[in-house]
């Protein structure tokens, strides 16, 4: 048995509590009838579940508990999203299609490098929500020359939109008066931030990759390419 909106999470596009939100709105049938019941227990194996959406019933598909967890090198350009109503190329354009897979975290259109995708709810929480501090590892090059002061300053924290930055680790690798070349680990996921904390010391960042979430590596996967997470990496954490 399985609650109905993790079942929901784990084979659609929608969160437990966007699912919650759908049985509150009377749009979840099980098994042909609305569902009015938050947290019913259905079977998985069993029990067919639909859902009323612009008017149209999207039956949700059992995935067998297989959960596929895909470790894509985005290029420049691509937008993390799954659907953009502005026709621009998106992340879904790379990887294999009808999975249900959603991006883990966010990726900035002008960044390239490791994202994560999966349809594992409980994973993506795991790797996104603030509490867990997953690390995410970035190569940098920044134009200009970042002293130690400012090196220190931007490791203890600063504040951008209105809130502190955690603490993050820097490893300078080379530098000079016009160009500084580091790579940086953060904790969190706020929008832009590695742009916007060099851009706090007027040091604009020309060229960002992400190269590490957590224990999974980009290692020497092509620029838009995917492969398979290994077993050992999806149990890491």
Known sequence: ???????????SEFSRRKADELIKKE???L???????????IDPENDKITIEANGKKIQIINKKYQHIYLALNKPIG????????????????LIPKNQNLK?????????????????????????THPKFECEKEYFCKI?????????QKLQNGIIIDNKKTSKAKILIISRNKTETTLKIIIHEG????????????????????????GEVPLGKLPIGHYRLLTPEETNAD
């Open 143 to 151: 134009t200009g020359l970042l002293t130690d002061d400012e090196k």
């Open 78 to 93: 691509f937008i993390t999203t799954r659907k953009d109503e502005h026709g621009r190329k998106t992340v879904m354009d």
């Open 27 to 29: 749009t979840v049938f």
């Open 190 to 213: 706020r929008n832009r931030q590695i742009r916007k904390m060099f851009a706090f010391i007027n040091l604009p960042v020309k060229y960002l990759q992400r190269i590490r979430i």
């Open 103 to 127: 991006p883990v975290g966010r990726l900035d259109v002008d960044t390239e490098g490791l994202l994560i995708l999966t349809n594992d709810g409980e994973y993506i929480n795991k790797h």
């Open 1 to 11: 048995m399985m609650r109905i909106n993790k079942f929901i999470a784990l084979n």
């Open 31 to 41: 098994n042909g009838h609305i569902l009015k019941e938050l947290g019913k227990d």
